[in-house]
T-cell receptor
Framework: EAGVAQSPRYKIIEKRQSVAFWCNPISGHATLYWYQQILGQGPKLLIQFQNNGVVDDSQLPKDRFSAERLKGVDSTLKIQPAKLEDSAVYLC?????????????FGPGTRLTVT | TQLLEQSPQFLSIQEGENLTVYCNSSSVFSSLQWYRQEPGEGPVLLVTVVTGGEVKKLKRLTFQFGDARKDSSLHITAAQPGDTGLYLCAVQGGKLIFGQGTELSVKP
């Protein structure tokens, strides 16, 4: 079974530029998550989708971050404009369900450096 | 203030040594998960503990959930270089909340 795919793996941009990340979840997984992991910290949830609807985006900085999941499969996360503090690894994860005890499967992440 | 406090934050040991890392909270949880994250990869689930006092073993790794379901520990016996990585505890409360992790380095 193919895992969660993410691209690009690395991205270096200057502050105030825009950047987009792509995620393809495991086939059949209805729930998709985007996390931000700053160096030395655990992942922090940015947004959770159930199919193509948003379940939780309470920690998404909506003035600069946006995400969409068209057709309930692939997803993109965009930052516009980027700030220095956005330097982090952006992880995508998916799961079959989001109730009870469930396992999230993570992609390899995109390492973003903002200079 | 972190919901989950992990300690130590960093640990560097020699191959063959034993170690224990901790995940503590003042809150009670219905379940707790441990993940391992290797450099350049996403976290991978190791175990889920659900019952107070529960002990689960995964080869050389032993996981324990506190009796009061507020804390957990991970013990590694005879650590190997392949155990190197970031160990994260996490709880599910509508969403997955992670601790800050313990960075483990096992030197040959």
């Amino acid at each position: 079974e193919a895992g969660v795919a993410q691209s690009p793996r690395y991205k270096i941009i200057e502050k105030r530029q825009s950047v987009a990340f792509w995620c393809n979840p495991i086939s059949g997984h209805a729930t998709l998550y985007w996390y931000q992991q700053i160096l030395g910290q655990g992942p922090k949830l940015l947004i959770q989708f159930q199919n193509n609807g948003v379940v939780d985006d309470s920690q998404l900085p909506k003035d600069r971050f946006s995400a969409e999941r068209l057709k309930g499969v692939d997803s993109t996360l965009k930052i516009q404009p980027a700030k220095l503090e956005d330097s982090a690894v952006y992880l995508c994860a998916s799961s079959l369900r989001d109730r009870g005890i469930y396992e999230q499967y993570f992609g390899p992440g995109t390492r973003l450096t903002v200079t | 203030t972190q919901l989950l406090e992990q300690s130590p934050q960093f640990l560097s040991i020699q191959e063959g040594e034993n170690l224990t890392v901790y995940c503590n909270s003042s809150s009670v949880f219905s379940s707790l998960q441990w993940y391992r994250q290797e450099p350049g990869e996403g976290p991978v689930l190791l175990v889920t503990v659900v019952t107070g006092g529960e002990v689960k073993k995964l080869k050389r790794l032993t996981f324990q959930f506190g009796d009061a379901r507020k804390d957990s520990s991970l013990h590694i016996t005879a650590a190997q270089p392949g155990d190197t990585g970031l160990y994260l505890c996490a709880v599910q409360g509508g969403k997955l909340i992670f601790g800050q992790g313990t960075e483990l380095s096992v030197k040959p």
